[in-house]
């Protein structure tokens, strides 16, 4: 393209002084060029374009301009949802209004919300400092012990005053976030140490790691979450038991390191020999050499298949509701199972949506800025 | 010139072999790579090992470091014989800088976090005294100015040169050189091979696989031909060059000499 526009420029640029491109012109040109290239493309643009705004138009309709927002007490002092079952044209935002305590929060006793409503917050504001490269050394260690302490403090409460909370008693929003950050935090090391493990001179270690692999990659989350909350309790000793939420948390761990592991090898397999050897020949030791030159590299070249991966599991602790734990997803639909409120799940599956978006979004967006900046070593 | 002969002329014969290589054999598979090669390096003597493709060159000076190990026959590098024993590899390996062909830098880190990994890690050596001395070497390669620009940010040849200081800061009494040179546009080619000459005048033990044979003229003691896993002629620079005695000599000088 701009081998052909070069001379034709020059030779205007003889006649005339040389004009840069006008901005307004500019979305113009990209329309044409991009939109309207064909009679083709343009028929395609107009055929979307209709489809678009018809159905962002009804959305908004339904979501916005029909949508009722509250509803009033009944006689029998619940709530009279007459008006919004007499409106199928528009949202029924009430549900919300009425339920997103429960939805965010599940069972957790009523008065005490405040005390899961701080954990999200320490939780959200452990992802920020988690991510802040300044924070990326022996610091962090503290930061989170304490953050995920005054987690449990808060959550189970029994000192400090705090009334004590049984963990059947959790949900909602709080349990989908100790799954994810509990998941992720423990199966990322094990995923690097079963990544190495697979790589290893040493038969033993590498076959354990392989078959570990290979067999937690065979059976889908939702079996081995059956497992663990069936059949594992079968294998203890009589009388010992390890709650449900925790076994969950362990299915979820060796899940999720299974899938990472294989991330993380491809990293390590994308890096040169030559990076291997010079390490070797400055006479660092494997650990050393590990640490400071070949996960730093291969970590880096496997972000975008690591956050995908993260993300994918963000979203897959809402399995856990098959075994009956009341994570985000599962309080959510228990909420509009009563009678009156039955009909509005559409509206709560919305507002579920927008809260698992808002995390995994998030969580792209920051991974990509991430990218560029780890990156910055290899422009030239 | 004179420099190096002066030098040359201190080579002490009767100084223990900093490099002992006795019928050492070594096979890839089937392939036979080293074949009873048997080799004395004295302290402070630099020899240049040449040879065609294949033959073997790199295979030999990667036993040296143990990149690659050897099945048959005795390696012993200044007094410490070259076992599985993990801590005389540990020994040899702080003894022994290598400097690749393709620059091997770590491209995640700065030209000074390059230089001052080894030492911080494996010499235990406080950080500011590692940066020090890195921007000593440095300076003494000509490159003090890039030490915070990462690898990506350098041309080839100061690549190169970064690669010889940073091996150079493990304070190596032993420097090794795979084909330095082959990687590099030829504009860079001098800047390197100086760097290594005036290496060579400080009296370090260097080997090193070339085939620039005015840097081999300049500053070996000794030239060694490889071909085929042997090797097959040695002696002074003018003896390889200006009189081979063997046909295989003759056959890779006269193709070395028609690519330059
Ligand atoms: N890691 C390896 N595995 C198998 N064969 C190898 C390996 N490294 C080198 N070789 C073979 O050994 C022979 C000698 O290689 P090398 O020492 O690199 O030769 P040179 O450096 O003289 O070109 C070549 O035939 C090469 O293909
Ligand atoms: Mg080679």
Known sequence: MNETAAPTAAHSALSAPRRGPAQGGKAVAWMRENLFSSWWSTAVTLALAYLLIRYAASFIDWAFVKAIWSVPTGANGLPDTTSCRDNPGGACWAVIAEKHRFILFGTYPYEEHWRPMLVCCLFVGLYIVSAMRRFWNWRIVPIWLVTLTLIGILMWGGVFGLSYVPQERWGGLPITLILATFGLAFAFPLAILVALGRRSRLPAIKAICVLYVELIRGVPLISLLFMASVMFPLFLPEGMNIDKLLRAQIAIILFAGAYLAEVVRGGLQALPKGQYEAADALGLSYWKKTLLVVLPQALRIVIPPLVNTFIGFFKDTSLVLIIGIFDLLTAGKTAFMEPHWQAFGVEVYVVLGIIYFIFCFAMSKYSAGLEAELNRHRRR | ?260
């Open chain 2, 1 to 260: 010139m004179s420099a190096a002969e002066t030098l040359a002329s201190s080579v002490r014969a009767d100084a223990p072999p900093a490099i002992l290589l006795e019928r050492v054999n070594k096979w890839f598979g089937a392939l036979h790579v080293l074949r009873d090669v048997s080799m004395q390096v004295a302290a402070g003597e630099r020899v240049v090992v040449c040879g065609p493709s294949g033959s073997g060159k790199s295979t030999l000076i990667r036993c040296i470091n143990r990149l690659e190990e050897h099945q048959e026959g005795r390696i012993v590098v200044d007094g410490i014989e070259l076992t599985d024993d993990l801590r005389s590899l540990d020994a040899i390996r702080r003894e022994v800088g290598m400097v690749f062909q393709s620059f091997n830098l770590f491209p995640h880190l700065t030209i000074l976090e390059n230089c001052t990994l080894a030492p911080i890690w494996v010499r235990k050596m406080p950080k500011k005294q590692a940066e020090e001395l890195a921007m000593e070497l440095l300076t003494r390669v000509r490159i003090p100015e890039q030490a915070h620009k990462y690898p990506g940010q350098l041309s080839g040849g100061q690549q190169q040169r970064v690669a010889i200081a940073r091996a150079l800061c493990m304070q190596p009494k032993i420097m090794l050189f795979d084909e330095p040179t082959s990687a590099l546009d030829p504009e860079m080619i001098k800047e390197v091979l100086d760097v290594m000459v005036e290496l060579a005048a400080t009296g370090m033990t260097m080997i090193c696989v070339t085939h620039e044979m005015g840097f081999a003229r300049q500053v070996a003691d000794r030239v060694v031909f490889m071909d085929r896993g042997e090797i097959v002629e040695q002696g002074t620079p003018q003896e390889i060059f200006g009189n081979p005695k063997t046909d295989r000599l003759r056959l890779f000088l006269s193709q070395i000499l028609r690519g330059h």
